[in-house]
């Protein structure tokens, strides 16, 4: 089993759509949780940064964690085609600079 | 927020020869630098941990005669691939982070390796 799962995808939406993309993962030292949006063939952007518990919005986009059943989740609202990317969530430990660990990755297509 | 270059983009090199990708932090330093492969639709796979003025940390299955990791200062990592193959073609990544901010990880844009 891997430490972090995520759905391959690909998820298709409408324009206008909300997107739930997920994560689960097993290790409970995790703490904090990120959410990279990658563009074909770029390197990852960062779009969220959470720690522990509790919900975080920006923008469009909301950010969930539950640790009890660590799981976590990106919501993005009124979906756009610029939106079609690939999602990773990532999740570490401590906050000192050490090592991430990656979910698959979610391929999210959004549709005029 | 922090930014990391990573140069060249792009690259295309004969099998047998060496490639090197550079890794800046551009305003900021960073004792620490990741460098990881990605395989087409797949994610990140960590290959080594680039530590400032000390040896890098391999990943199991990462050799560290191929993959020659380089940490001068702290705001230079690089990685160079030596005697390439044409299956070290891939996309490489490096990342870092400011620990003065409470942002996550910032990552190059990224070095697509094409060995021929």
């Known amino acids: 089993q891997k430490e972090v799962e995520q759905d391959p995808g690909p998820l298709s939406v409408p324009e206008g759509a909300i997107v739930s993309l997920n994560c689960t993962y097993s290790n409970s030292a995790f703490q904090y949780f990120m959410w990279y949006r990658q563009y074909s063939r770029k390197g990852p952007e960062l779009l969220m940064y959470t720690y522990s518990s509790g919900n975080k919005e920006d923008g469009r986009f909301t950010a969930q964690v539950d640790k009890s059943s660590k799981y976590i989740s990106l919501f993005i609202r009124d979906s756009q085609p610029s939106d079609s990317a690939t999602y990773l969530c990532a999740m570490s430990a401590d906050n000192a600079g050490n090592m991430l660990t990656f979910g698959g990755g979610t391929r999210l297509m959004v549709k005029p | 927020g922090a930014v990391v270059s990573q140069h060249p983009s792009r690259v295309i090199c004969k099998s047998g020869t060496s490639v090197k990708i550079e890794c800046r932090s551009l305003?900021?330093?960073?004792?620490?630098m990741f460098w990881y492969r990605q395989f087409p639709k797949k994610s990140l796979m960590l290959m080594a941990t680039s530590n400032e003025g000390s040896k890098a940390t391999y990943e199991q299955g990462v050799e560290k005669d191929k993959f020659l990791i380089n940490h001068a200062s702290l705001t230079l990592s690089t990685l160079t691939v030596t005697s390439a193959h044409p299956e070290d073609s891939s996309f490489y990544i490096c990342s870092a982070r400011d620990l003065r901010s409470n942002y996550g990880y910032t990552f190059g844009s990224g070095t697509r390796l094409t060995v021929v």
């Open positions: 305003d900021f330093q960073a004792t620490t």
